[in-house]
């Protein structure tokens, strides 16, 4: 067995030894703690890039799918494109995000890369609070998956469902202190079955974090501002299906915005809501409409100007 190819089966035999680190919070161990997984922390903690596998494309080249687990539940994190939030070999902008929002976002976006790749790696590479973490991408054969439905069993009625269509009406530019009216139209064929009761929470959302800094780190603030839930996309969302919905959430930016409601249920068609900035520049936003199984997905920019001074 050649070099690498042990390397390979090591990174594999030790995929759940991943999923543990990834439920551990930042540098738990650090503290000794006989229990770190009971902490849950606001602020103050890492951000680990995961690789979820790749797939073909109808052009017959590949795209390898990526993910993040934001250690914080409250905190968003901000790491611009650069020598902290790059991708190797290659161009280091790969349309990654560089707002990333708390807990875990599963499959956020692909990367394309040609058929003819054969095994060589594309790693991301990502580091926060002077930690670097990396996802190591490559085409293990086990780790193709559907594109459409990574991995979900289905069933007589998902077969016959559809991806909703999303159209997006958005201002290009804003003037602070004015927020933004966000308007969406949505297009669907009413599957899956949206779940009867009222929603429930994703398993591990139950309990609220506990603010407790570790003992080699700053006092970790108070006061962070609350991020909101992104329905079962997200880190806080809820177990679905729920019914058709469109999430919004920053992409790039120099700062979170505030989204009123971050998940707002279809009506008739339709969902509005608006965004808050605190600081000027240019953002890309993101509004993803949401069956419960399948996705639509638009990317807009908008310029946010200071306000106008007399």
């Not at 738990?28 to 690789?51: E, T």
């Not at 901000?78 to 976002?105: C, M, S, Y």
């Not at 009761?197 to 506990?210: I, K, L, W």
């Not at 299906?241 to 339709?270: E, H, M, S, Y």
Request: proline residues 10%; contains cysteine; glycine residues 10%.
């Amino acid at each position: 067995m050649n070099t690498q190819l042990s390397y390979r089966w090591r990174v594999v035999f030790c995929a759940g030894a991943l999923l543990l680190t990834l439920a551990t919070p930042y540098r738990a161990d650090a503290q000794g703690n006989p229990d770190p997984f009971g902490f849950k922390f606001n602020s103050g903690q890492g951000l680990q890039p995961i690789f979820e596998g790749w797939a073909y494309n109808a052009d017959g080249s590949l795209s390898m799918y990526f993910g993040y687990l934001n250690r914080n539940y409250v905190e968003t994190l901000l790491v611009p494109v650069g020598p902290d939030n790059k991708f190797e070999p290659g161009a280091a902008d790969r349309g990654q995000p560089t707002v990333f929002n708390a807990r875990i976002h599963r499959k956020e976006f692909s990367v394309k890369i040609p058929k003819d790749w054969g095994n060589k790696e594309l790693v991301w590479s990502v580091t926060v609070h002077g930690v670097t973490e990396k996802a190591v991408g490559w085409l293990q054969p086990e780790w193709q998956i559907d594109p459409i439905y990574a991995g979900k069993t289905r069933n007589a009625e998902s077969l016959k469902n559809t991806p909703p269509s999303l159209a997006v009406t958005v201002p290009s530019t804003l003037t602070l202190p004015n927020q933004l009216s966000l308007a969406a139209t949505v297009q669907d064929d009413g599957l899956p079955t949206p779940r009867k009761g009222p929603p429930r929470r994703a398993v591990g959302q139950e309990t609220p974090p506990t603010l407790k800094p570790l003992p080699d780190q700053p006092e970790i603030p108070v006061n962070v501002p609350a991020v909101a839930g992104r329905g079962r996309q997200g880190g806080g969302g809820l177990a679905g299906p729920q019914g058709l919905v469109v999430n919004w959430l920053v992409w790039r930016g120099p700062a979170a915005v505030t989204f009123d409601p971050a998940t707002i249920p279809v009506k008739d068609g339709k969902a509005i809501g608006t965004a808050t900035f605190t600081k000027p520049g240019t953002y890309v936003l993101r509004a993803r409409a949401n069956d419960g199984e399948l996705t639509d997905e638009q990317e807009f920019t908008i310029v946010v100007n200071g306000p106008t001074r007399h």
